[in-house]
């Protein structure tokens, strides 16, 4: 009995000598571990989860004490909103935020419909939605390219498009709704819609950042929640586009609140007194919001 129970001893032991050898051989040959993995281990993504543990509270207009309308500008050039704007170029497990709305507004391949509706740059009450040819022109527009004979004359133009980079969106504008709820005693900001913007020479006045078009945002949460976003703090714990924004992880200031005029800070403060504006309002909303609820 013992004779053969140090025989199957012996024989496992071998058959795991070999498995090790082999394995080891496949790492030294530059195989892939186990089935292919790109890391230690696989990642779950329960996209279910991201999401419905996101809903909108529900919310009755007898229970909205107070209502401001705010439009905000995020620089992706500060540090805190660095997510949104790489990687520049699109790999494995992410992609910046202005590929996954390019994504979604014209789909992800031949066959698949788009998953998000454009409107028109100048259209914030989203009424006039874009056709799929319209969205295509403003993402790949027609540029004049100049021909030039060995002299440096001009010999001919030529109209070719070129796609608009991610690295060219550096702003995106936000219209917010905050609303301050008297049955559960809270502040809620719900995203609007968005908007990212580019830099475009305008006729006789200097350059501006000015929409490309308008996206309401409930309809494009979905997408956003289903896009990976780096954590600066731990790597095991990613993000998405839409926890983010609803946690209101990013840097921003206000461009615009509604009132009577219906114009923009610009309109009437130039520089450090639009910034300083800027702060006044938030300034005044904070105030608001801490002689409410304080006790």
């Not at 992706?76 to 997510?83: A, F, R, T, V, W």
């Not at 709305?101 to 014209?106: F, Q």
Request: one cysteine or more; proline letters at 5%; aromatic letters at 14%.
């Amino acid at each position: 009995m013992m004779r053969k129970l140090c025989r199957y001893i012996f024989l496992l032991l071998s058959i795991a000598s070999i498995v090790v050898e082999v394995s080891a051989q496949n790492v030294l040959d530059g195989q892939t571990f186990g089935n292919g993995l790109p890391g230690a281990y696989e990642r779950q993504e329960n996209f279910l989860k991201r999401f419905g543990g996101l809903d909108y509270p529900p919310l009755r207009e007898a229970d909205v004490m107070y209502f401001k309308r705010i439009w905000q500008v995020m620089d992706l050039k500060q540090k805190i909103n660095h997510p949104f704007y790489y990687p520049i170029q699109e790999i494995n497990d992410r992609k910046n935020l202005f590929d996954v709305i390019r994504e979604g507004v014209l789909g992800r391949g031949e066959g698949e419909p788009p998953t998000m509706m454009c409107f028109a740059p100048d259209d914030e009450e989203f009424v006039r939605s874009l056709s799929y040819e319209e969205i295509y022109d403003i993402l790949w527009p027609e540029e004049e390219k100049k021909e030039y004979d060995d002299d440096g004359e001009v010999i001919g133009v030529t109209k070719k498009r070129f796609p608009i980079g991610s690295e060219v969106v550096t702003r995106y504008m936000l219209k917010e709704d905050w609303i301050w709820d008297r049955q559960r005693s809270e502040r809620y900001v719900r995203i609007i819609g968005i908007a990212p913007l580019v830099l475009k020479e305008v006729e006789n006045a200097p350059d501006q950042y000015l929409p490309l078009f308008w996206i309401y945002y409930e309809d494009a949460r979905f997408e956003l929640a289903h896009a990976d976003v780096f954590n600066l703090y731990n790597d095991a714990q990613r993000r998405t586009f839409d926890e983010l924004f609803q946690k209101r992880y990013f840097s921003s200031y206000i461009v615009k609140e509604s009132n009577v005029y219906d114009r923009p800070i610009i309109s009437y403060a130039k520089g450090m007194d639009a910034l300083a504006e800027s702060e006044r309002i938030k300034e005044e909303l904070f105030l608001l919001e801490h002689d409410l609820w304080h006790y």
